[in-house]
């Protein structure tokens, strides 16, 4: 089930978006009975996703890998025995990979007293090796943490406190050059800015070959903007700054709700944030131009008309182009809603935005990656006390990787009969199921592949636009077809 925002749902497996069409495959429970705090998701260095998540219950911190399409394995408890892991509906830990290394940093219960610890996997996933702490305080605390992994170097950046009360809360930077095993002497972050960081939203780091990001919301005299400062010596230093949001939110009370944030290829950053205006709640999604120092395209992601009460929690992912953004907001109940472009943030309409909900209750707190040319998301499934997972595939060319494709359909257009080619041999069974336009399904063929390639007939179909969805064990891949 699919709902879409407007007066009237449809139950369709296709939805329009930026004259695109996307698949919006079934809802899979990741994991249930282990707790469902803030998850987060990201892509793994042999082409899988990982999900953590924490449990309020035990004071856990949980990892499952992706095993097959929508399919999950068992869950690792990554916090050993005698470390309870700080866990919070509205934040948690994070998780960072570089090719065959994960890194996931989390906080140690306790408000006063918990610690920063890292814990690294050096096989994608499959297995874990014992905790490192990360901070060293002599007095007050460290909490918030965020990781990103650049090459040789671990980035962390954490809120540091002056003393035990909460004073002069602002983030600092740490990073390890022995694949964090140490980590160095934090380097002052948001403290540029003169002011204080606000003291219970999560930041965001991102990096690449030029800079060091960190996006955080700020707090002057309870005015609560996203500001990011920037490192251009791989955080050594922080000796710049930009303002990605200037809407003047203020409040007496942090809202818990900070930034995402995606670096593009062009010196562009993209971030995605809550806020008010006129005291509407708002998500934007803002591209910023970090070397002219401009906001090229900002977006206001709700459509308009609708009511933004409950609107907060946006997360943004970017791959070569495609740009896709998933936020909670008010429907039945708690609702995950979802936009997305192939032509980056320009090309995001408000009014494309659908409902991802399935079922009744409250649903919070997603996440999104860019993989294979699809969206993955997780969320929480409030009511059932799961962790879930929807995976969205485009039925357009979404920019991806040469590398990272299983097939291509030759030729387009064509008359009576199309081939899918592999990039090696195969020898398995193939499901191919062809629809509509409309998303009917019009053709379903389970054919043996042996050998490079396969063909399919479409002589019998009118012409016109088809998808062609081709899965054989793991691997799936959807093209448009044109039939003449």
């Given at each position: 089930m699919i709902k879409v925002i407007l007066p009237v749902l449809f139950f369709v497996p296709f939805i329009a978006v930026n004259a695109q069409n996307f698949n919006v495959n079934n809802h899979i429970t990741v994991a249930t009975g282990l707790g469902n705090y803030h998850p987060q998701v990201e892509v793994l260095g042999d082409n899988k996703i990982g999900i953590i998540w924490t449990d309020a219950a035990g004071d856990d911190l949980y990892f499952v890998k992706q095993t097959g399409i929508d399919a999950f394995g068992t869950p690792i408890q990554l916090n050993p025995a005698g470390l309870a892991a700080q866990d919070y509906n509205w934040c948690g830990p994070d998780l960072a990979t570089w090719q065959n290394d994960v890194y996931v940093i989390f906080r140690s219960l306790g408000f006063?007293?918990?610690?920063?610890?890292?814990?690294?996997?050096?096989?994608?996933?499959?297995?874990?090796?014992?905790?490192?702490?990360?901070?060293?305080?002599?007095?007050?605390?460290?909490?918030?943490?965020?990781?990103?992994?650049?090459?040789?170097?671990?980035?962390?950046?954490?809120?540091?406190?002056d003393d035990v009360s909460g004073t002069n809360p602002q983030y600092v930077l740490t990073r390890s050059f022995d694949g964090g095993l140490t980590f160095d002497t934090p380097t002052t972050g948001s403290a540029i800015l003169g002011y204080e960081a606000c003291d219970c939203c999560q930041p965001e780091i991102v990096?690449?070959?030029?800079?060091?990001m960190i996006f955080f919301r700020n707090n002057i005299s309870n005015t609560r903007e996203i500001k990011a400062v920037i490192s251009y010596d791989r955080g050594a230093t922080?000796?710049?700054?930009?303002?990605?949001?200037?809407?003047?939110?203020?409040l007496a009370a942090c809202p818990s709700s900070g930034a995402d944030a995606r670096l593009t290829d062009n010196d562009r950053v993209i971030s995605a944030y809550r806020t008010a205006v006129g005291g509407v709640g708002k998500v934007f999604l803002n591209e910023y131009n970090v070397t002219t120092d401009v906001s090229e395209n900002m977006i206001?992601?709700?459509?308009?008309?609708?009511?933004?009460?409950?609107?907060?929690y946006p997360q943004v992912a970017y791959y070569n182009g495609a740009t896709a953004i998933v936020w909670e907001a008010l429907g039945q109940s708690t609702d995950i809603y979802f936009n997305a472009s192939s032509t980056g943030v320009a090309g995001i309409i408000p009014t494309n935005a659908i409902n991802l909900t399935d079922t009744l209750g409250s649903q919070s707190k997603p996440d999104i990656v860019i993989l294979n040319g699809q969206f993955h998301i997780v969320y929480t499934?409030?009511?059932?006390?799961?962790?879930?997972?929807?995976?969205?595939?485009?039925?357009?060319?979404?920019?991806?990787?040469?590398?990272?494709?299983?097939?291509?359909?030759?030729?387009?257009?064509?008359?009576?009969?199309?081939?899918?080619?592999?990039?090696?041999?195969?020898?398995?069974?193939?499901?191919?199921?062809?629809?509509?336009?409309?998303?009917?399904?019009?053709?379903?063929?389970?054919q043996n592949i042996q050998g490079n390639s396969t063909t399919i007939d479409l002589s019998k179909l009118e012409n016109g636009n088809y998808l062609v969805n081709?899965?054989?064990?793991?691997?799936?891949?959807?093209?448009?077809?044109?039939?003449?």
């Open positions: 006063e007293t918990g610690h920063i610890y890292v814990v690294k996997s050096t096989d994608n996933g499959q297995s874990f090796g014992d905790t490192v702490r990360v901070d060293n305080l002599a007095v007050g605390y460290a909490q918030f943490p965020d990781i990103a992994i650049y090459n040789d170097t671990v980035f962390v950046v954490m809120m540091e406190h990096v690449d070959d030029k800079k060091v922080f000796t710049d700054w930009i303002s990605v949001d200037d809407h003047n939110l203020v206001d992601i709700y459509m308009a008309g609708a009511s933004n009460t409950g609107i907060n499934q409030l009511s059932g006390n799961e962790v879930r997972y929807v995976r969205i595939g485009s039925l357009v060319d979404v920019p991806e990787s040469p590398a990272l494709i299983w097939c291509k359909l030759f030729p387009n257009p064509t008359k009576d009969f199309a081939t899918i080619q592999f990039n090696q041999p195969q020898d398995e069974q193939i499901t191919i199921k062809i629809y509509s336009a409309k998303g009917d399904l019009v053709q379903l063929l389970d081709a899965v054989a064990g793991d691997k799936e891949e959807n093209f448009r077809i044109t039939k003449q």
